[in-house]
């Protein structure tokens, strides 16, 4: 469920037969203060910006900080960690070339902090700005899925990318004797 109005989120929320995905909090506080108090012993998943008032975050020392004042005050209503999708703000890197290495490097702290909770967000981000995006785009969600991410905003329909992430998996360890692997070439979903 999408939606800055808490109210309208609430509507929505007495309307659902399981427990939904909320999309999302951050940090600002004018949307924290806002969203804390629908949030407040939900049964739902929630996806945490990892923003603030002063913008986007500049390293990933900044990024660790915010995705853990998140969680915490997420786990103080009630909210579990397992339920948490963190979202780094993944930003372009035609605009400094340290930003993939930077949200890279804040997954993993991320992840070696909180081990339970989920790394999201839009991965095509990254490659704003720059032609041939989805060499870009298939190349840089390996790296995240290395680093921890569990959970993308993706194209679901590009083919390349969906073989990428399947093979990814499987080199990652995720895929017991290569069985998802190997039914996606049976079916042809991957192809070399």
């Given at each position: 469920m999408d939606s800055p109005d808490p109210a309208i989120l609430e509507m929505a929320f007495s309307m659902v037969d399981r427990p939904p995905m909320i999309n999302s909090i951050s940090l600002e506080k004018e949307r924290f203060n806002a969203m804390m108090p629908f949030l407040n012993d939900k049964d739902c998943?929630?996806?945490?910006?990892?923003?603030?008032?002063?913008?986007?975050?500049?390293?990933?020392?900044d990024i660790l900080g915010r995705a853990k004042n998140l969680v915490v005050e997420l786990n103080k209503?009630?909210?579990?960690?397992?339920?948490?999708?963190v979202n780094p703000l993944v930003q372009p890197i035609s605009t400094d070339a340290n930003k993939g290495t930077m949200v890279l490097d804040a997954v993993r702290?991320?992840?070696a902090e909180f081990p339970d909770v989920h790394i999201t967000g839009g991965l095509s981000n990254i490659s704003y700005g720059l032609p041939q995006r989805h060499i870009i785009n298939r190349t840089?969600?390996?790296?995240?899925?290395?680093?921890?991410?569990?959970?993308?905003?993706?194209?679901?329909?590009?083919k390349k990318i969906m073989?990428?992430?399947?093979?990814?998996?499987?080199?990652l360890g995720k895929d017991p004797f290569c069985m998802k692997y190997l039914k996606g070439i049976r079916s042809g979903a991957i192809e070399s």
């Open positions: 998943c929630v996806i945490a910006l990892c923003m603030d008032d002063t913008g986007m975050p500049e390293s990933a020392g209503i009630g909210i579990s960690t397992v339920h948490i999708y702290a991320i992840k840089f969600v390996t790296l995240m899925m290395d680093a921890g991410m569990d959970s993308a905003i993706i194209d679901p329909l590009d073989a990428t992430i399947r093979t990814a998996d499987m080199l």
